[in-house]
């Protein structure tokens, strides 16, 4: 089959378009003929070796996690999911890769609305999971006032519609650039950045209830004083939380499969028109360098996805 693949971890020119073995599905998973993959900032991380886990990844390796297509393989003890259906999800994260390829073996996924297309499905499974999971962890319901630090990225844009959705009132932070994009998915928008507890009490004079940083660039204590205890504060990102007594909150999709995920809840709100997956930027799979080279440099306006144009086929 075609994969994006790279052979040595550097910069994102390492990445190129080849020829490498088809996986495929295992028990409880389905194997997907790709329609589009997405890139994200482990993704990033990973293919540049900065990460703990490059060390336990064999290369080559198929970059992604994230991907949705037209199943072709369905694994032992699968239900309700059988060959021709449109799904989206994830792979297992265990593996770190193997998304952005002619197939891929999903390990989370649910069906695609018919009105989702190929692109903001195939980007969205772990941003869609993660924002769910930490929305669920700091229990936001209605009436909840949230705030986000970094709510314009993949997981910032997912976690501000989800919990307005539940309808909590969310503060998101951004960068200047992103303050439109950001009132846009229903948040009282801000800068991130020096001053934010000033900012935020100048936006909204009630109570801060709870905080979510997604950008892991140091505002944790802010969003304790801001809150008023750690408890009321997750990030997904900063790993300095455990000092100050803040949960950190890590990705659990290598568990049972197809478990809980949030993916059949937000596909089904998008269906009903109350929520949308942002998509910054749309490349072709050959052209995997520049989507990474753009994963790594902000502003951020939702994902960055990687479509498989039907005409490419493995002999190219
Ligand atoms: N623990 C987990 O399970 C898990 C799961 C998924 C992702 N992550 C991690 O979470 C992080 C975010 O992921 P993502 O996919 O949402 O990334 P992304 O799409 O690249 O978005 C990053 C966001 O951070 C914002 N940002 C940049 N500098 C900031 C600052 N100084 N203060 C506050 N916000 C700032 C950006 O805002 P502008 O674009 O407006 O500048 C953007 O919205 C990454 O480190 C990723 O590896 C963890």
Known sequence: ????????????????????????????EVRVRVRAAGVSPADVALRAGRLPSSEKIALPHIPGVDAAGVVDEVGPDVTGTAVGDEVFGAVDVARLGGASAEF??????????????????????????????VLDLLDVREGTTLLIDGAAGGVGSVAVQLAVARGARVIGTGSPANQTFIAGLGALPTTYGQGLPERVRALWNGRVDLALDVAGAGSLPELVALTGTADSVVTIADFTARQLGVRLSSGELGGEPNGHHGLAAAAALFAEGRFRLPVQEVFAMTQAARAHALAARGPRRGKIALAVPQTLTTAE
């Open 104 to 133: 891929a073996v999903l390990r989370f996924w649910t069906a695609k609305p018919a009105s989702m297309s190929w692109e903001e499905a195939g980007a969205s499974g772990t941003s869609v999971e993660t924002a769910t999971r």
């Open 1 to 28: 089959m075609f994969a994006v693949r790279f052979d040595r971890f550097g910069p994102p020119e390492v990445l190129s378009v080849g020829a490498l073995p088809e996986p495929h599905a295992g028990r409880g």
